[in-house]
């Protein structure tokens, strides 16, 4: 399956900006479905950020956060070429992981 | 054949083992008591999330309350169309910032989402955020172990929390 992380990653002069758009539905618990059930909730809990072997950035998310999330910070240094390790686990226990190159 | 000795070593042995059981149950839930208070800097903040009101978050996520100032800058329209997409960002000139969150007053539970800023990366983010319905918006900045914070109202025309 196709990675659920789109990253991209760029660097200029010391900072690296990064711009990340995460698939995932981001129930909240409290939308209906057609037949009037509640979607039980579902949602990323926490996003990482490694580079380096450090984390650059780390979020804790609520279900308040919209569907589909995107998310956007930059960190001092960071360089074209280099490895940026993103990862997502949602309270269901699901995961990924992908790995993206600063440009 | 030792099983078929008697009953009775049998019995004592059993009773001496559901004994250790409760023992080593009794220790393997003491350190699960304890964890919460320890542990807060770097596990999922459940407690802040499920609380309702902006200021039992704030105080479940942080321990203190936070005040006013000019130095955190939130980003957010004046009026959302659509309540489920807010484009909400946050950014400070405070030195040493540590933690940026983000909470809608309003919304079933306050707290939307908080983020680590570790040493090196910019006191600035920006996400999307669903709001059920017109309320204020607050960001919280930790900086210095200190709590600023930074509040906007935005009108939602279509919420973005219910059916």
């Not at chain 1, 998310?61 to 993103?86: E, N, R, T």
């Not at chain 2, 149950?25 to 770097?42: E, H, K, R, S, Y």
């Not at chain 2, 130095?71 to 405070?94: M, W």
């Not at chain 2, 040493?96 to 908080?114: E, Q, R, Y």
Request: glycine letters at 10%; hydrophobic letters at 40%; charged letters at 20%.
């Amino acid at each position: 399956m196709a990675s659920t992380i789109r990253v991209r990653a760029t660097s200029s002069g010391d900072t690296t900006e990064v711009q990340a758009l995460i698939q995932h539905p981001m129930d909240s618990g409290y939308v209906k479905d057609a037949k009037g059930e509640l979607i039980p909730p579902h949602f990323i809990q926490e996003l990482t950020f490694e580079y380096d072997g450090k984390a650059v950035f780390t979020a804790d998310w609520g279900p308040a956060v919209s569907k589909d999330p995107y998310v956007k910070f930059a960190f001092k240094g960071g360089k074209k070429g280099d490895d940026l390790k993103i990862s997502w686990v949602d309270n269901k226990g699901q995961s990924d992981t992908t790995t993206a190159k600063i440009q | 054949m030792r099983t078929t000795q008697s009953g009775f070593p049998a019995t004592r042995r059993l009773i001496l083992q559901g004994a250790g059981m409760v023992a080593l149950v009794g220790l393997g839930n003491l350190p699960f008591g304890l964890t919460p208070a320890f542990a807060a800097n770097d596990k999922y903040p459940e407690d802040a999330f499920k609380a309702k009101s902006d200021a039992d978050a704030i105080k479940s996520l942080y321990g203190k309350t936070a005040e006013p100032s000019d130095k955190v800058k939130l980003d957010a329209p004046e009026i959302a169309e659509n309540g489920a997409v807010v484009p909400i960002s946050v950014s400070s000139s405070l030195a040493d910032v540590t933690s940026i969150s983000i909470l809608v007053a309003d919304n079933p539970n306050a707290l939307a989402a908080s983020y680590k800023i570790p040493a090196g990366t910019l006191p600035s983010v920006a996400n999307r955020l669903k709001m059920a319905k017109t309320t204020n918006v607050i960001a919280i900045v930790e900086a210095g172990g200190k709590l600023y914070s930074a509040t906007k109202e935005v009108k939602v025309t279509v919420g973005g929390c219910g059916g």
